[in-house]
């Protein structure tokens, strides 16, 4: 089975159904099927074939959903990229996933017009959600073929990638995560059976679907079924009140940073928010304060979520019925965990341990990285560096991660990534990048920086601008320390578990927090 079929289920039972809302703009399934096929065959007509890479970048919007839907009729490959991307890191996935076209929203082309886009490989540049294109670019409604058109010819089978997820790894760059049609296909079916979802169910879809979580336990799934979806993008907690009380959305998914927000405006503005069905909250840790107010609140129970990019929503707790608040709760159907000890041996229940996955809906690698790919899935099971344990009755505990990733509200952050672009600071001779604890956004970005003394000294605030303008702002420190010496390990590079203890040591006396965009 491919994706090209996605929507052939609700177009058959549900035709008249509402699809997609995007603010004014809505589609029923045989609008969005039929606007789908005329953007596959426009990009046929540009010569894309089957395998062929485009990239997305778009906030959350209709044509970000229209993009997958051709990619996937037509074989190619969807390359969705954070919205929050830098120009650098625009350059670094456009190249790394070999894409050959661009569609990108007008609210995007500030981070793409310096880009030389030709020489970085793209043929074909497309801009949404403006009348006027510009330079060397065309629009997106340009793309779109014929009004009445017959989708081209499926001439691929599950083994397909169609589509590379981008995630940040321990290494400096984001690599991509592929998918295959059959995985992602698989994906749908275990996520409707884990969240009971229902062709009732009206969507609201406030985290970017150019992400994991978004995309598959919500989009792609309600889209098979036939459900509603809402599309709002990085919303404040009243205009997501509105959404759900304007539409009667039943279900939303949440980081926790976010669900913190919530509980906050709803202390202050109670809202009846009972057409809400489910409730789900992951990414990190949920404070179990913060489910205990929205329970307060809302009269609803946070369903908590563990994933990654790599393996998706694979262990959950129920929806409906008996939680385990606190926990991550139980793997999902058709999902096999299990924990190891470094030595690579399975642990007995309430011993932390490693999580290893194995799933059909698993990655079935990162792009062009086979190295990365080979470490990371072994034998069938994939090698997560999240660490927890189990208890008796099979539920389990999330406890940390093995890896440095820093996961500042439910993003993940290179510490190398941050640290190569501040060593491009003419005054840095050393810099080490760490992830404090954070109550609300689970960890903060913390640089410790020794300084050249031949060049003028920059302020912590000079190097934050100096960093923000070439990372997107969540991966920028909050805080910046300015140290005499950096802690380093036997090999020379710096030390961050100890630099780390040190700079909590200066917490009293540290800089200040910068305000940093979400």
Known sequence: MTLATLLVEACRSRPSAVALIDGLRRWTYAELDAATDRLAEGWRRRQVQPGDRIALFMPNCAELAFG?????????????????????????ALVDAGASNLAVHISRWPEVESLDLAALGVRNCHVVGTDAAPPGTLLWDALMGPTECMPPPAAFGPEQPA?????????????G?????????????????????????????????????????????????????????????????????AHGCTRLVMLPAVLADLVDHLEHQPADLRSLRSVVAGGDIVPQRIQELFHLSSGLEISEVWGMTECLGSINNPPFGSKVPGSIGRPAPEVSVKLIDPDGQEVAD????????????????????????????????????DLARRDADGVYWFLGRRKEIIVRGGSNISPLEVEEVIAQHPAVLRVGVVGFPDARLGQIVVAGVMLDADHPSPSEDELRQFSRERIASYKTPERIHFLPELPLNPVGKVDRHRLLALLQGEGAVGATPGQVSR
């Open 177 to 245: 995560v592929v998918y295959t049609h059959g995985t992602l296909s698989a994906s749908n079916r275990i996520q409707t059976a884990a969240w009971q979802l229902d062709p009732q169910d009206i969507q609201l879809i406030t985290l970017s679907f150019a992400h994991a979580a978004a995309l598959s336990t919500q989009l792609l799934p309600s889209l098979a079924l036939g459900g509603t979806n809402v599309l709002l993008d990085a919303p404040t907690p009243g205009e997501t009140v509105a959404a759900i009380r």
């Open 163 to 175: 589509a590379i997820l981008y995630t940040s790894g321990s290494t400096s760059r984001p690599k």
């Open 350 to 385: 309430g011993n932390e341990g490693e999580i290893l996955i194995r799933s059909p809906a698993l990655t079935v690698g990162y792009w062009n990285n086979p190295a990365a790919t080979a470490a990371a899935i072994v034998d069938g099971w994939l090698h997560t560096g």
């Open 68 to 92: 997958y839907l051709g990619c996937f009729k037509l074989g190619a490959v969807a390359v969705p990229l954070n919205a929050r991307y830098k120009a650098p890191e625009v350059a670094h």
